[in-house]
């Protein structure tokens, strides 16, 4: 069978098989591009021209589909050269009957640039994959930052609310123990100097009281040191004998004082029995010495749920959960309000008279440990009302 | 000396009110003392007192208003500011010091021993 000039010399690939797979035909642009002359192929086995995975490709696939439907277009195979080079190939078959007999017809074009396309395309998915996968990465990596952060915050309110209270102790060593030494030292020097027996018993009454409030003073920062590093022993406890336990200790500090408690009924909380006592007596005690002269010492306590952000120090962040108000009310001489920040400071007095000005720092150290707030508010010769905030936390 | 002078002691120690008050009066009996417990307290008689004192003794240590915020109130004040202060501290801070020493105020640590007391008494009046 002799070919048209123009279609052995069109741009592309001509040849067509028997069912055997014997090449019948083949134009001069396939013979130019593998390397065969015509003669050589011709006649031969579809296999010269076609690598392994071609062979498989069309006794699996093509030639199947072939005699199924009469045709199969855009089939991308590889032809081989002479040198067994490796040409993609895009192809279309079509099963013709010509002198009775079955030939399968194929036309092709090279498709190297396809080829080099799609290489680029899998490169640029695989670059987005990789992209893609390495930006996860990074949100995990953003996300345990974040949480670092405030980890850190946390740890950073920690650590100064740690150098408040150790600047606030150095100032009680330096200052409030000093204090007393120092009186010390100048009554016992009076006390050498003068002759006069009334001046002497004076002057060693004073020097007794400056060692009493030493031994406060010593006691006091024992209390506060206990509370720093005692763990809490927490527990379900009842509020209404921590009241009455917390009285009984308060009245013992006042001779002849009665203290008298209007509350409602409490409720058990989870905490350090021993704290919270201690935290009320304190409470109860600036209620017993700050009362008006020639009253009997009251106070009225409440209680209340409320609903709180649980997180105090991490702005934007909130979890609101349940905490017990506790309001502790008196009717003493109070204090001018503007200053009730410093009521917490350790040995910070409000009133000159009495009181080492411990209490309320010990309230707060109590507190804190129970992760609770505690305020204080005040009106001059009206009352103070102490408020606590205590997380509703189950065992 | 003149008669009728009156210094303003700012203490909320009533053992150093008492030793220091009987100190001065030991030396001039004339003297009349008044005391606030606190800088609050000071400042309120400042504001209401006819005759302003010829002298200020702050101690720095004190509830509420403390010596360095009442001494800072008072020299912001344009009818307080020329009273002489004198600081009588037991404040064992250097930097208290160098701070009032620097803006040229006497800075008096408050004595271990009685005889002390008489000579920062005679201190003080020299100033008033």
């Known amino acids: 069978m002799q070919l048209l000039q123009q279609f052995d010399e069109a741009p592309c690939f001509y040849f067509c098989t028997s069912d055997n797979g014997i090449l019948l035909q083949v134009n001069e642009t396939l013979c130019l591009k593998l390397g065969f002359s015509k003669n050589e192929l011709i006649g031969k086995k579809t296999e010269i021209i076609f690598p392994v995975a071609t062979r498989i490709f069309q006794q699996t696939h093509l030639f199947p589909l072939l005699k199924m439907q009469q045709y199969a277009h855009e089939i991308f195979i590889s032809l081989q050269t002479k040198n067994k080079e490796q040409i993609p190939v895009l192809l279309n078959a079509e099963r013709k009957i010509i002198d009775d007999e079955p030939v399968n017809v194929y036309i092709g074009i090279e498709v190297n640039n396809r080829k080099k396309f799609e290489d680029e395309l899998i490169a640029a998915k695989k670059t987005a994959e990789l992209a893609l996968s390495e930006n996860t990465a990074l949100n995990t990596a953003k996300e345990q930052l ?235 010769h009206k009352g103070t009302t102490v408020t606590l905030l205590l997380p509703e936390r189950a065992e | 000396m003149e008669n009728n002078k009156t210094i303003l002691y700012v203490d909320d120690d009533e053992d150093d009110v008492e030793l220091l008050t009987d100190a001065i009066r030991g030396i001039d009996p004339k003297v009349t003392i008044a005391i606030a417990k606190n800088g609050a307290e000071a400042l309120t008689y400042l504001q209401s007192v006819q005759k302003l004192p010829c002298l200020i003794v702050l101690d720095l240590n004190m509830p509420y208003l403390n010596g360095k915020q009442t001494f800072d109130k008072i020299k912001a004040d344009s009818s307080l500011q020329h009273i002489p202060v004198i600081v009588f501290s037991s404040s064992a801070n250097p930097s208290d010091k160098a701070t009032f020493n620097s803006l040229g105020i006497d800075f008096i640590t408050k004595p271990h021993n009685f005889s002390a007391i008489s000579e920062a008494a005679i201190r003080m009046l020299s100033n008033c």
Not at chain 1, 194 to 223: A, F, P, W, Y
Not at chain 1, 311 to 325: A, E, H, P, S, V
């Open chain 1, 146 to 380: 974040q949480q670092r952060i405030e980890q850190l915050d946390e740890q950073m309110q920690l650590v100064k609310k740690q150098n408040k209270e150790l600047q606030q102790f150095n100032h009680a060593i330096s200052h409030d123990l000093q204090e007393p030494l120092r009186k010390l030292s100048v009554f016992s020097d009076m006390i050498l100097q003068t002759n006069n027996k009334d001046q002497h018993e004076q002057n060693i009454k004073k020097l007794k009281r400056v060692l009493e409030q030493m031994r406060s003073v010593m006691s006091g920062l024992q209390q506060y040191i206990w509370l720093t590093g005692n763990l809490n022993k927490a527990g379900n406890i009842d509020l209404n004998a921590v009241i009455k336990q917390a009285k009984q200790q308060s009245e013992s500090g006042f001779p002849g004082v009665n203290l008298s408690i209007q509350q409602q009924q409490l409720p058990f909380i989870y905490a350090d029995e021993k704290q919270m006592v201690l935290l009320f007596c304190h409470i109860f005690s600036n209620a017993i010495r700050f009362r008006k002269p020639g009253t009997n010492a009251l106070v009225k306590i409440t209680a209340d749920s409320i609903k709180l952000n649980r997180f105090q120090n991490i702005r934007d962040k909130y979890q609101y959960t349940n905490f017990l108000k506790i309001a502790i009310i008196d009717e003493g001489i109070g204090f001018d309000a503007a200053y009730k920040e410093q009521a917490f400071e350790l040995f910070k007095r409000l009133h000159t008279s009495s009181g080492r000005g411990l209490g309320l720092a010990l309230c707060k150290k109590i507190i804190d440990n129970h992760y609770g707030m505690i305020s204080i508010d005040s009106i001059e």
